[in-house]
């Protein structure tokens, strides 16, 4: 089997992420999108990885996952706070930010 | 101990009596300020003594002794010390200055006594001595510079002592804008002599300046003028000096030490000290002169019509220093240092007296309200009727022997050298015009109203008032105190006058054409290689200049007594018959007034128009342009920053894939 398929998938998995982020307004439901996209990019780091015979790939990959075990801390924080302060559960209402 | 060590003590003493005046007042109570002044100035003056006896026991051809303490700046050879030269001239200069200013300073320890800034005015007063000698000490250029530097400061800070009085501090920055435009002379001069000799140590400068130079070279005669804009500039002659006048704002006592002891004379000393450059470039010297002899006659007609006591006093300082610049720029040097000697005495004991009729008078200064106050002051009628005498070179007074001993050496040399002797006979004539002008119109006549009272015994004290506009103000810090004080009823400002009294008289006697000749014999040391300094007029021909300087001054003094006292309405009647050549001379020749369109009102209009285009228009018109360009396209990009969250990550996706598409299209 060649890299590929495991590359298509991982492209596959990022587009649905990637969708997932643009089109859903729950933050968690965001939070989960993200989640696939950065796996996505390990799938794609770990197949290379494979195929170069290289291991440096696979220690990306972890790394990777220690930032995302961050970020979903973070995130999960952040949508707590809001829940917490009986905030809508909405990305689109939250945009007190802006110029 | 050496010349030099008695030197350095000289400035030692001053010094210390600055730091600690200015750092010790308030433990001070009473007079304790001004006797600590006094007391440091006449320690300066015991170990000039010294100097002088320690300069004596040199042989005569070895009297010019440098001293160093450290090295100020050395790099690329550039070598400065800080040092300092003990040669007879700057012992003379030291004796006067110290001698002088210890009296000056125990007038002053009476004087303002009621004043609230008595511990700052004696700190400045010292700090201002110990300029003056660091000037004359000077052991090159570098040092003279600074201490030069320090003297117009220190005026500055004298001239407005009374810093809530503005005429004074106007007065005060006047004189320092003006002594600034000398020191730029000055430190030009100075570059020029490094450029051509390469050192700034005043003996290296002169011995070597005769091998560097040929007579009448250009360099050397840039180099004179511009020493000479230095020393025009400190001794106020044409057409640097109408901040004299108006630095008559300050105590009187300051008004004295300006003009008798220190700073006015700081330039005739310089071209005395340069004597050597100034030999080389005759055609300065000449320049020098007869700038001189302008001053001289312009100021003396001007105290013809002036009607402030003390102006006309300073218009007469502005012509007696006239005449020691013809002296020492003819050649005449010691007669010129004389002359800064003898002036000083009876300048002082003059501005003293002064300060004594302005106090009884309650701080009046103009002598149309003075009359009569002969018998109500007898101490300061008699010793001011001394003062003026000397001053007016009445014969056997100090200043009889040596103004008309500098005229004396002008027809001696000959050629248009007798223009300066003619034109100093006139100038003579009115100066004893003039002198007895104050005598007669102050203390004959009918007594004024405070002269009545003060017969009485008792001092009048009007409300405190600016003498000059007329404004009112009060007695505190920065004002003049509400006590005054006369000669008639302090200790100290009778000490200090009798003494320059006694001077004034019989300080004349050193230099007796052919009897004593002391200061000429002792100067004789520091004009070592002068071709002028030997050629000397015969003894003859010195008492023929002396007789008919003596005979001027009795005329002028039997014109003024005829104007003044035998026919009282004499000068009303004249000012009427010739209102405008009186205006012309009350107007001080509109020299304030041509300075005025001439050099102020441009710089004016050229500040405003720099404001009003330069500043309003241009910068700030490229400041705010700047700041509108940044803020309009901010607002343009603050339209992207809508909030939406979902909208920044299409952004950041779209934005990616976008720039990989490229890359692959790009790689193909």
């Known amino acids: 089997m060649t890299v590929t398929w495991y590359v298509v998938l991982s492209a596959v998995l990022f587009a649905i992420g990637a969708g997932g982020v643009l089109i859903r307004r729950s933050p968690l439901v965001i939070l989960l999108c993200l989640e696939l996209m950065l796996n996505a990019g390990n ?6 990885s494979r195929a170069h015979g290289n291991a440096e790939g696979q220690v990306f990959a972890l790394i990777v996952m220690v930032v995302a075990a961050c970020e979903v801390v973070i995130g999960l924080g952040l949508i707590v706070a809001m829940f917490r302060r009986r905030l809508p559960l909405n990305v689109d209402e939250m945009r007190g930010l802006k110029g | ?31 304790t300020a001004g006797w600590i002044g006094t007391a440091a100035i006449g320690l300066a003056f015991a170990c000039s003594i010294g100097a002088l006896v320690a300069l004596l026991g040199h042989t005569e051809s070895d009297r010019e002794i440098t001293s160093s303490l450290w090295t100020y700046a050395s790099a690329a050879g550039l070598d400065i010390k800080l040092g300092i030269l003990v040669d007879p001239l700057s012992v003379f200069m030291i004796l006067v200055v110290s001698g002088v200013s210890t009296l000056i300073h125990l007038y002053s320890v009476a004087y303002l006594d009621s004043d609230r800034g008595y511990a700052r005015y004696f700190s400045y007063l010292n700090f201002f001595v110990f300029s003056m000698l660091l000037l004359v000490l000077a052991g090159n250029f570098v040092l003279l510079i600074v201490g030069w530097a320090f003297v117009g400061f220190a005026s500055y800070a004298l001239i407005s002592f009374w810093y809530r009085r503005h005429t004074a501090t106007k007065a005060g920055m006047k004189a320092f804008v003006i002594n600034v435009i000398g020191d730029v002379g000055l430190v030009l001069a100075t570059f020029f002599i490094f450029r051509d000799l390469g050192t700034f140590d005043y003996g290296a400068v002169f011995s070597s300046a005769q091998q560097a130079f040929h007579t009448n070279q250009g360099v050397v005669i840039a180099i004179c003028l511009l020493l000479l804009v230095g020393a025009f500039a400190k001794s106020a002659q044409l057409p ?36 050597v450059l100034f030999e080389l470039a005759p055609t300065a010297a000449d320049i020098s002169a007869f700038i001189g002899l302008a001053t001289l006659i312009f100021a003396a007609t001007c105290a013809l019509a002036v009607t402030d006591l003390k102006r006309i006093i300073a218009y007469s300082t502005i012509s007696q220093i006239g005449y020691m610049v013809v002296g020492v720029s003819i050649g005449a040097y010691a007669a010129g240092m004389f002359q800064l000697m003898t002036h000083a005495f009876f300048k002082a004991l003059l501005f003293m007296a002064a300060g004594s009729v302005i106090s009884a008078v309650a701080g009046t200064q103009n002598i149309d309200r003075m009359g009569g106050l002969r018998k109500a002051m007898p101490v300061t009628w008699r010793l001011m009727t001394i003062g003026a005498l000397a001053l007016a070179a009445f014969p056997f007074t100090s200043g009889f022997f040596s103004k008309d001993e500098i005229l004396g050496y002008a027809i001696h040399r000959g050629g248009f050298y007798v223009i300066f002797a003619i034109g100093g006979y006139a100038a003579a004539l009115l100066t004893a015009f003039y002198a007895f002008r104050i005598i007669f119109r102050v203390f004959w006549g009918e007594p004024v109203p405070g002269a009545r009272e003060l017969e009485q015994g008792h001092l009048a004290h009007a409300p405190p008032e600016n003498p000059l506009t007329g404004e009112k103000e009060d007695t505190d810090v920065g004002f003049p105190g509400e006590e005054h004080h006369i000669a008639e009823l302090e200790k100290p400002m009778w000490l200090a006058m009798s003494v320059l009294g006694f001077l004034s008289i019989f300080g004349g006697f050193v230099e007796i054409p052919g009897l004593d000749d002391v200061v000429e014999n002792f100067l004789a040391g520091s004009f070592l290689n002068s071709s002028l300094y030997e050629n000397l007029p015969s003894v003859a021909a010195d008492w023929r200049g002396l007789a008919l300087g003596g005979a001027m001054s009795i005329i002028g003094v039997a014109l003024a007594y005829q104007v003044y006292v035998r026919r009282p309405g004499t000068s009303a009647a004249l000012i009427r018959r010739f209102g405008p050549v009186h205006g012309f001379l009350f107007n001080k020749w509109y020299f304030d007034e041509l300075y005025d369109a001439v050099v102020y009102r441009p710089l004016i209009a050229t500040g405003r128009f720099a404001n009003t285009v330069v500043e309003r228009v241009v910068v ?4 705010t342009g700047v700041v509108d360009l940044v803020r309009g396209v901010g607002v343009v990009v603050r339209g992207a920053q809508s909030g939406f969250v979902r909208a920044y990550a299409l952004l950041l996706i779209g934005g990616f894939a976008a720039l990989g598409l490229y890359f692959l299209i790009a790689s193909q």
């Open chain 1, 43 to 48: 799938l794609a780091l770990v197949a290379f």
């Open chain 2, 1 to 31: 101990m050496s010349p030099t060590t008695w030197g350095w003590l000289v400035l030692a003493f001053p010094l210390a009596g600055v730091l600690v005046n200015a750092f010790g007042w308030r433990a001070m109570s009473g007079r």
């Open chain 2, 240 to 275: 640097l000096h109408t901040w004299l006048p108006d630095a008559m704002e300050g105590p009187t006592p300051v008004s004295a030490l300006i003009h008798a002891a220190t700073m006015v004379t700081a330039g005739v000393y310089l071209i005395a000290r340069t004597h």
């Open chain 2, 620 to 623: 700030q018109g490229v400041v």
